[in-house]
């Protein structure tokens, strides 16, 4: 197993608030990690230290083979980054947001146009390339976010929390987007509120009051909290209710 993530004890304090605790956790090339807890669990804290954007405050991590501290410009050219809000220019065309975000990673215009060219026909929407973002549908404003976050070809994609507010069949055509980037041995580290969703995931963790408190396959984590649901295990961590 090739190991691409790897924490060790990180810890983030705002004051004497601790964002997070020595969380201490691995992923592998390729595996598809969802990082579950509820709002103000800390989630959104770790991702932006795993992302180079905020310092620890102990601890340590490594990403794509670099320190998160020491090596911080080689971890974000070696990352893509989804947030809700999809990262886009919405007063840009499509074609200038792929040219912006293909500058920003300093590839050639050439290499930029092809690989529009190519995400574009692969999602079917050569047609929008010269519309305004927004202009667009919320699914297709989704997809392509996600395809500027794969544009300069990143060993490891952050997702947070991409399928807010689009609906469920959206939602389901963009994790067939994921699927088939992890088969090609992308990492995805996603966010999610959606349980269904943890569901799709190689491996699940949950953080509750900035502490991981569970850390297993969803089969294996159903099993252990006994119960046939992924959001029958959130709420017996994070509300210590049951949903039996």
Same mark, same amino acid.
């Given at each position: 197993? %090739?190991?691409?993530?790897?924490?060790?004890?990180?810890?983030?304090?705002?004051?004497?608030?601790?964002?997070t605790n020595?969380?201490?956790?691995?992923?592998?090339?390729?595996?598809?990690?969802?990082?579950?807890?509820?709002?103000?669990?800390?989630?959104?804290?770790?991702?932006?230290?795993l992302?180079?954007?905020?310092?620890?405050?102990?601890?340590?991590?490594?990403?794509?083979?670099?320190?998160?501290?020491?090596?911080?410009?080689? @971890?974000?050219?070696n990352?893509?980054?989804?947030?809700?809000?999809?990262?886009l220019?919405?007063?840009?065309?499509?074609?200038?947001?792929?040219?912006?975000?293909?500058?920003?990673?300093?590839?050639k215009r050439?290499?930029?146009?092809?690989?529009?060219?190519?995400m574009?026909?692969?999602?079917?929407?050569?047609?929008?390339?010269?519309?305004?973002?927004?202009s667009?549908?919320?699914?297709?404003?989704?997809?392509?976010a996600?395809?500027?976050?794969?544009?300069?070809?990143?060993?490891?994609?952050?997702?947070? %929390?991409?399928?807010?507010?689009?609906?469920?069949?959206?939602r389901r055509?963009?994790?067939?987007?994921?699927?088939?980037?992890?088969?090609?041995? @992308?990492?995805?580290? @996603?966010?999610?509120?959606?349980?269904? %969703?943890?569901?799709?995931?190689?491996?699940v963790?949950?953080?509750?009051?900035?502490?991981?408190?569970?850390l297993?396959?969803?089969?294996?984590?159903?099993?252990?909290?006994e119960?046939?649901?992924?959001?029958?295990?959130?709420?017996?961590?994070?509300?210590?209710?049951?949903?039996?």
């Amino acid at each position: 197993m %090739e190991v691409v993530i790897s924490t060790d004890k990180l810890t983030k304090k705002f004051g004497d608030f601790v964002a997070t605790n020595e969380i201490t956790f691995e992923v592998a090339k390729g595996e598809i990690f969802g990082f579950l807890g509820a709002n103000g669990a800390g989630k959104t804290t770790a991702m932006r230290m795993l992302c180079g954007l905020l310092k620890p405050s102990y601890g340590s991590a490594s990403v794509a083979g670099f320190d998160i501290e020491k090596q911080t410009e080689q @971890v974000k050219q070696n990352i893509g980054y989804m947030s809700q809000k999809f990262s886009l220019y919405e007063d840009l065309t499509v074609k200038e947001n792929f040219r912006f975000y293909g500058g920003v990673y300093k590839l050639k215009r050439q290499v930029i146009d092809q690989r529009l060219n190519e995400m574009l026909g692969n999602l079917g929407m050569l047609n929008v390339e010269n519309s305004l973002v927004a202009s667009l549908p919320l699914g297709w404003k989704q997809k392509l976010a996600f395809s500027l976050a794969m544009l300069h070809r990143p060993k490891i994609v952050f997702l947070d %929390e991409p399928t807010g507010g689009v609906d469920p069949i959206t939602r389901r055509q963009f994790w067939d987007l994921i699927y088939e980037a992890a088969h090609n041995g @992308v990492t995805i580290f @996603v966010t999610t509120h959606y349980m269904d %969703e943890a569901e799709y995931c190689d491996r699940v963790s949950i953080m509750v009051d900035g502490v991981i408190k569970a850390l297993d396959t969803p089969e294996n984590l159903r099993k252990q909290f006994e119960t046939d649901s992924m959001d029958g295990v959130f709420q017996l961590l994070a509300r210590g209710t049951s949903t039996k």
